[in-house]
């Protein structure tokens, strides 16, 4: 079943025009992956689907139209967006980071600190400095937290954008094998943006290469490097 | 001793003041980063509102309540139909918008109430601006032979419970953690659901509130109201604010209070040197002074950058 579709997608910054009428599908279960160079449009693809920048075109999760919505109402329909350079609230401790997560949840605090418990069983550093604030915590911390907060949320799709930028390569393994495990044992579908390819399109169920704003290949991870020239020009193995 | 404990006693009471000013400032400046220069003169409007009640005949405790809802309601509607549309295109139009609106709303008040100082046996059927507390001369009590007027002791406990009610609410309450979302990060708290906003909105009115309490117990203590009462009361706010860092509600009631009590202490000990006319100098001093010793003030946070 489909998820998340995007139909002639176009968004960007004041005057300048980033995407360009992209097409995008993810369907429940999936992990997909975006690539692309610096400059492809892969973070505004986020931000589109988000609802953080202003867009044009159609974005319907589940079957009813997102494109109008603000982000605090995408967030409620099921969609949580971890933002790239992970966007955690340097102020607030690391609990009250993940409760920040929580914040449209309406189940009450006890379900709330047992998700709580839960993401700390998974991320047990985050458990350590439950008390720290975020802006004490390292690179790999703080993703672990962004992306802990947003799963506080309960979302049905996880958007992750560039979660290894600035991560040693073992802590960025750490954090895919988090989401891969989710992917498989809970269902959570994930919307990922990546550079480092190798290792995202190797948990692929599909991939979309970008281009200057539009889509320019899509298949899975190892009908892509099976391509010579994809695999030569974008790929860089 | 008992000069000393009278100065403390007055010094802490007129802080309290000073201090409710600083808590709005900062409120404000946590949420959005902008010093709302027209905090004063919205609290001012407000107090006069509550006076004009008094005319009316309405009982000091309703009327407040009527003056606060006022107060939430100005500062609300400042910022959806003043700051937010200026707001995204810089920072700098946000700091015209409240200098304009400090000229407007104290033209608006010398418009509807004039130029004089009221309540006056002229126009007005109090005989002085209604108080909150117990104000007959002989409301006082008396500790080490200094006095403390009820009047006075009543703010200062008007304000600790007020900042440990706003302690609260910052620390535990869902609102609260929605507000320090915010303040720490905007787009982020967007994504986590958080109608920012709203967040907003609420901020400038519970601010604008805050304020508004200020100048009623202010206006109470002078037993007057006029056109430029809230100005110095603005000034020694923001040297508060400044002294206990722009990001600290607990600092800048703090604050506030040692600001009271430097410039009682000051004024009297050195009544040929500081006085009554030379103490709002203090405030300047006392804010020059944090800005090139701890810009961050005592209990801020340095910020690498905000524009």
Same mark, same amino acid.
């Given at each position: ?19 360009? @009428?992209? +097409?995008l599908?993810v369907?429940?279960? +999936?992990i ?6 610096n400059?492809?449009?892969k ?6 689907i988000? @609802? ?7 974005v ?13 109402s995408?967030?409620?329909? @099921?969609l949580?967006?971890v ?7 340097? +102020? ?5 980071n ?9 189940? @009450? ?22 008390n720290?604030?975020?802006g ?17 949320s ?12 600035g ?11 988090v ?17 480092n ?11 979309y290469?970008? +281009? ?13 490097s099976?391509?010579d020239?994809i695999?030569?020009?974008y790929?860089?193995? | ?6 100065y ?11 201090a ?9 400046y946590?949420?959005t980063?902008?010093?709302?220069f027209?905090?004063g ?6 107090t ?10 309405? /009982?000091i ?12 309601l100005i500062?609300?509607a400042?910022?959806?139909?003043l700051?937010? =549309?200026? !707001? ?7 700091f ?14 010398s418009?509807i ?5 009221? =309540? ?9 601006f209604?108080?909150?507390? /117990? ?5 006082? &009590? ?6 403390w ?14 900042? !440990? &009610?706003m ?8 609102a ?9 990060n ?8 958080i ?8 901020s400038?009115?519970?601010?604008s ?5 200020g ?6 203590i002078?037993?007057t ?7 110095? &009361?603005?000034?020694y ?9 722009f990001?600290? /509600?607990?600092?800048a ?13 000051a004024?009297?000990?050195? /009544?040929d ?19 090139l010793?701890? =810009?961050?003030?005592?209990f801020?946070?340095a910020?690498?950058?905000r524009?």
């Open positions: 079943m489909t998820l998340l579709e995007t139909h002639d997608l176009t968004a960007g910054y004041g005057p300048i025009t980033v995407l360009h @009428g992209l +097409e599908q369907d429940e279960g +999936e997909v992956v975006i690539l692309g160079a400059g492809a449009g973070t505004t693809t986020m931000r589109a988000s @609802g953080v920048i202003p867009r044009h075109g159609s319907t999760f589940e079957g009813r139209s997102i494109g109008r919505a603000s982000p605090d995408i967030v409620r329909h @099921g949580a967006q933002p790239q350079g992970r966007g955690t609230f340097p +102020e607030l401790s690391v609990e009250d993940m409760k920040c997560g929580a914040y449209v949840r309406r189940d @009450g605090s006890a379900a709330i600190a047992a998700d709580v418990k839960r993401w700390f069983g998974t991320f047990p550093r985050l458990a350590e400095r439950r720290q604030r975020a004490s915590l390292s690179g790999g911390e703080q993703q672990m937290l962004a992306i802990a907060r947003a799963l506080m309960r979302p049905k799709l996880l958007l992750c954008d560039e979660p290894s930028l991560l040693a390569p073992l802590i960025t393994q750490e954090l895919f094998a989401l891969e495990h989710l992917n498989r044992d809970e269902g959570l579908s994930v919307l990922l943006v990546e550079q390819a190798n290792l995202a399109m190797h948990m692929a169920s599909r991939v290469l970008l +281009e200057t704003g539009r889509v320019v290949a899509t298949g899975t991870g190892e009908e892509l099976a391509d020239t695999r030569k020009a790929l860089g193995f | 001793m008992e000069r000393f404990l009278q403390l006693f007055d010094g802490l009471s007129i802080g309290s003041v000073y409710l000013m600083a808590l709005g400032l900062v409120i404000i946590r949420g980063g902008h010093l709302n027209a905090q003169e919205m609290a001012l409007f407000s006069y509102v509550v006076y004009q009640m008094g005319e009316w005949g309405i /009982p405790g309703i009327a407040l309540i009527i003056g606060l809802a006022v107060g939430f500062g609300a400042t910022e959806v139909f700051v937010r =549309p200026v !707001a995204k295109k810089s920072a700098f139009a946000v015209i918008v409240t200098l304009g609106l400090f000229q407007g709303l104290n033209w608006l008040d418009a109430w004039g130029d004089q100082v009221l =309540p006056n046996s002229a126009v007005s059927k109090q005989q002085q209604p108080t909150l507390f /117990p104000n007959k001369s002989t409301d006082f &009590v008396r500790i080490l032979g200094a006095e007027r009820l009047k006075y002791l009543g703010v200062l406990l008007l304000v600790l419970v007020l900042t !440990a &009610v302690f609260l609410v910052f620390n535990k309450s869902r609260g953690l929605a507000m320090r979302a915010v303040a720490s905007s787009e982020s708290a967007k994504l986590v659901g109608r920012t906003h709203q967040v907003l909105m609420v400038w009115g519970l601010a509130a805050i304020g508004a309490l100048g009623v117990v202010f206006a109470g002078n037993g109201v006029n056109l430029n009462l809230m100005f110095t &009361v603005f000034i706010g923001s040297a508060a604010a400044t002294l206990g860092g990001d600290s /509600p607990g600092g009631v703090l604050g506030g209070l040692m600001i009271g009590v430097i410039e009682n202490m004024a009297g000990y050195f /009544p040197w500081v006085g009554q006319e030379m103490k709002l100098g203090l405030a300047f001093v006392v804010i020059v002074g944090v800005l010793v701890k =810009p961050s003030g005592m801020g946070t910020k690498v950058e524009v």
